[in-house]
């Protein structure tokens, strides 16, 4: 499982999952983004929260953003938010390695290489940027364009060389 939609009893406001799984390929933890901004990982065995993460604590609840869509690998989690960032964040600690703040309007879609040198990520605006990771700066914002006229609330990557996008007219 690398992403899924939760359901929670007390609210409707978890909206996206990734999940970390054992040796056996059994989900151990799974995290998820809420409309207050904050990311959490829930341990699945005894349903306790082992990580708390709050993309802009000094802010306030109503301009809080709303996170969209996560994709983990290894040690790194990736966000996608409604205000267009791209955030990376260690998921020992929680800490924000990195924010790519071009975009302007809500992240609906991430995709990593196999690899994982390449972030790409796109969403209302459609536009798809490419992220990447390495290198003496870490992670590095490579390129931007327009991937097609609409929102783009998919993106599949089929091979190294190529990116599909779907969304909505």
């Known amino acids: 499982i690398d992403s899924a939609t939760s359901e929670s009893s007390e609210s409707d406001d978890i909206d996206i999952n990734s999940a970390d799984d054992d040796e ?3 989900v151990q933890s799974i995290y998820c983004g809420y409309q207050d901004g904050s990311i959490r990982k829930w341990n699945l065995r005894n349903g306790n929260c082992t990580l708390h993460i709050e993309k ?3 802010k306030k609840h109503e301009d809080a953003s709303l996170i969209w869509c996560l994709k983990l690998h ?7 938010d409604s205000k267009g960032h791209v955030c990376l964040w260690d998921t020992r600690f929680g800490t924000l390695l990195k924010k790519f703040t071009t975009l302007q309007a809500d992240i609906l879609a991430l995709e990593v290489n196999p ?10 605006d459609s536009r ?4 990447h990771l390495g290198g ?34």
Do not use: M
């Not at 490579?142 to 996008?165: C, E």
């Open 136 to 169: 003496d700066q870490g992670a590095t914002q490579t390129s931007i364009f327009r991937g097609q006229s609409h929102d783009i609330k998919s993106l599949v990557l089929l091979n190294p060389r190529t990116l599909i996008s779907g969304g909505i007219t």
């Open 74 to 80: 290894k040690d790194t989690l990736i966000s996608g």
């Open 115 to 124: 690899r994982f040198n390449c972030i790409y990520a796109s969403g209302v």
């Open 24 to 26: 056996n390929g059994r």
């Open 128 to 131: 798809v940027i490419s992220i």
């Open 56 to 58: 802009d604590p000094a």
